[in-house]
């Protein structure tokens, strides 16, 4: 698969417990599946979401696998694009798009449909379901 995304807060909120019936996207993520791009805003956003939202063991285990996993790429988003209106807390998402060249960025939130009608710089956009789908495939075998 080796594909590099973006992932949104929230979808990484619903990956990360071991009773969520995705968790099986996260454990590809942990077998290097797949790599992660992240700025340090997005890793503050996930701190600060997840210590609201999850369990406190598993926020802090979740994040520290992110700064530490080699398939975690950190990227310096110094130029930002502003293509997100709606939500213009969302464009530090879409900027690490742009910036690391990623394949996708995988969200549920409704402003990033807004990216599908922006030619330059293109960013495709994944739902966690079409995601998930993508890395069941790779992991059945049917990815090689």
């Not at 549920?108 to 739902?127: R, W």
């Amino acid at each position: 698969m080796e594909r590099l995304v973006v992932l949104d807060t929230n979808c990484l909120l619903r990956i990360i417990s071991r009773h969520s019936k995705r968790y099986y996207i996260w454990e590809s993520f942990l077998d290097g599946d797949y790599e992660i791009a992240v700025t340090n805003d997005i890793l503050e956003e996930y701190e600060e979401i997840l210590s609201h939202k999850a369990n406190p063991v598993i926020s802090r285990m979740a994040l520290e696998i992110i700064r530490q996993a080699p398939n975690t790429r950190l990227i310096d988003a110094r130029y930002h694009w502003h293509l997100i209106e709606a939500d213009v807390d969302d464009n530090k998402f879409s900027d690490c798009a742009v910036v690391c060249n990623a394949d996708f960025i995988v969200t549920e939130d409704k402003p990033f449909s807004i990216l599908a009608d922006i030619p330059f710089p293109h960013i495709n956009v994944l739902g966690l379901d079409e995601f998930g789908n993508m890395v069941r495939n790779f992991r059945s075998g049917e990815g090689h």
